[in-house]
């Protein structure tokens, strides 16, 4: 079959490596790509979020099923369009991808059918927000309704910051017309997991679970970031946690979007703090998460391929998926700089990968068959283990021997599952 996959960073280069394994699929284009992925698919250049183009392009090379893998093209509705014309998806529809396109409406859904969240509060003008931030608890959470590449939400740790967050959000328009509305919501504590599942609507897979790091420096310092590293499975995510998490959360999230008429189909992230009180959803994305795709991918050991096809066309509880008992660890390379001002047009080396070593590359463009720097997270490399602290080392081992002048990474991915993993008392005491 021929399979488009749209987008061009590392959770894409993940997902083509892993469909390639499928017997099924004998071409794979990746639109736009970037200099990494063409090392395993035919790079077009073609944006991710101009549908015309790439339904355009769809009808012309005649693909059989495409890949619509980040969030800007789901909630501009690249599956509704590309379904017009009769191609099969893995991805969600645009009334079903504004799970994540809209913090407000996924607040109020869960409110609705009684999934547990942080308490909040809705505002679409900033005196009003302003007004309630008077007396709010602090440290207090202040979130971008739309998409705003990861950076829309902040953590306000004093009053001024909560009142500087609401200036920049709503009047400064930092993230454009995301900022229209904001969520104000209660500051959770607990560890936080990634749980990634796919669903067609009706049954629920949970993926490996993960743990990412998403400030820039060691220690959890700096400023956040679109995720320096991920480990997975994730050690507080106990077998107890997950049973608690299906029953309420996962299975009702699936039952409320098929209640409000927007079925969900596809992969449905679910970012969530296990508080004292239990496990509660910070977000939701609907798509793979990144760089938590390049740690879970690794470990699944089922076709993805045919797991996506089950998942379009909702037979997914006949399916088997099977992951790994191993472990996995992905540390990301950014560029010096990263996650505000750096430098592109640096030359990488990477070195030969073996069985167990993945060089994702996210950032970067060939060039004069050269691969050069062309963002802020520019690679990641996994690593797989026989247990996480196995497959930590050999990913920073990997990671020293690639060559990049330009670049830096976290030095501590996974410390703090390991020190959990030696310590295996309940996540939760609620």
Known sequence: MKVMVIGGGGREHAIIKAINKSP????IYALPGNGGIAE?????????KDIAAI?????????????????????????DALNEIGVPCFGPNKAAAIIEGSKVFSKNLMKKYN???????????ANDALEHLKTADIPVVIKADGLALGKGVII????DEAIDAVHSIMEDKVFGESGNNIVVEEFLTGPEVSVLAFTDGKTVVPMVSSMDHKRAGDNDTGLNTGGMGTVAPNPYYTEDVAKQCMDTIFLPTIKAMKAEGRTFKGCLYFGLMLTPKGPKVIEYNCRFGDPETQVVLPLLE????????????ETLSAEKVKFSSGSACCVIVASKG????????????????DNDICYYVAGAKKQDGKLLSAGGRVLGVTAVGSNLSDAIDKAYAATKKVQFENGFYRSDIGQKALAKAFKPESALKG
């Open 302 to 313: 089922s076709d993805l391929f045919e797991i996506m096809q089950s998942v379009t066309n």
């Open 338 to 353: 990263y996650p505000v001002k750096y430098e592109n047009g640096f030359e990488i080396k990477l070195p030969t990968p």
């Open 115 to 125: 999934i547990p969240t942080a308490e909040y509060f809705v505002f679409n003008s």
């Open 40 to 48: 395993d698919a035919i790079c077009v250049n073609i944006g991710a």
């Open 55 to 79: 339904c355009d392009f769809a009808k012309k090379e005649n693909i059989d099923y495409a890949v619509v893998a980040p969030d800007d093209p789901l909630v501009l509705g690249c599956v």
């Open 156 to 159: 306000a740790t004093t009053r």
């Open 24 to 27: 099924k699929v004998k071409t």
